[in-house]
């Protein structure tokens, strides 16, 4: 199975960009990037998807590498609401059915 | 809010009991998943019910069964239960049957702690 690879933790200061990395070098081609975080005590949550392409959307941008092995997660202004752990999952084969989390990165925003 | 319920919120029960978990997915959507989270193993996929039959299967126990029911709305069914089943219990549900880009929506989850 194609693996991601995060860093366990990261912090921001309020109101400044954040970049999340995710290495995923075995990645093959109809492999969909997936990215969800989870606020403490809920569940996780969508945050953005994308294939080949760099992807926006309200929540954030999703940058991908040409060679599409490895990719970033945007946060454009963090907010103390953004204090999540956020995965990077890979959906293998074109089926989004089992997402496989990993240990994600726990992001620490300060105000 | 995602638009998917999960009850019960808190369940706590004894070794050896059975209990049924009820998860309501977003209007419209046609597929429920169900993960566990436990502080050593993580967030696991267990199982996928789209329109109502099975479509994909995880690390889902033999004493574990889930069903998706004709309105739609899913449960799990745990039995003979062990203190490692003690884990968070999330239902997800997506529009499609899972291919290519399909959206998980995940509940609030269920908190199963079994004394």
């Known amino acids: 199975d194609a693996k991601t690879t995060q860093p366990n933790s990261m912090e921001s200061n309020e109101e400044e960009p954040v970049h999340l990395p995710c290495n995923h070098s075995t990645i093959s081609g109809t492999d969909y990037i997936h990215w969800y975080r989870q606020l403490p005590s809920q569940g996780p949550e969508y945050v953005i998807h994308?294939?080949?392409s760099n992807v926006n959307n309200r929540m954030a941008s999703l940058a991908i590498a040409e060679d599409r092995k490895s990719s970033t997660l945007i946060l454009h202004r963090a907010t103390l609401r953004d204090a999540a752990v956020y995965y990077c999952i890979l959906s293998v084969g074109g089926s989004a059915r089992q997402l496989t989390f990993g240990s994600g990165t726990q992001l620490t925003v300060l105000p | 809010d995602s638009g998917v319920t999960q009850t019960p919120k808190h369940l706590i029960t004894a070794t050896g009991q059975r209990v049924t978990l009820r998860c309501s997915p977003r209007s419209g959507d046609l597929s429920v998943y169900w993960y566990q989270q436990s502080l050593d193993q993580g967030l696991q996929f267990l199982i996928q019910?789209?329109?109502?039959?099975?479509?994909a299967k995880g690390n889902i126990l033999e004493r574990f069964s889930a069903q998706q029911f004709p309105d739609l709305h899913s449960e799990l069914n745990l039995s003979s239960l062990e203190l490692g089943d003690s884990a968070l219990y999330f239902c997800?549900?997506?529009?499609?049957?899972?291919?290519?880009?399909?959206?998980?929506?995940f509940g609030p989850g269920t908190r199963l702690t079994v004394l």
């Open positions: 019910y789209y329109n109502g039959e099975e479509r």
């Open positions: 994308g294939l080949t």
């Open positions: 997800a549900s997506s529009v499609g049957s899972g291919g290519y880009g399909d959206t998980q929506y």
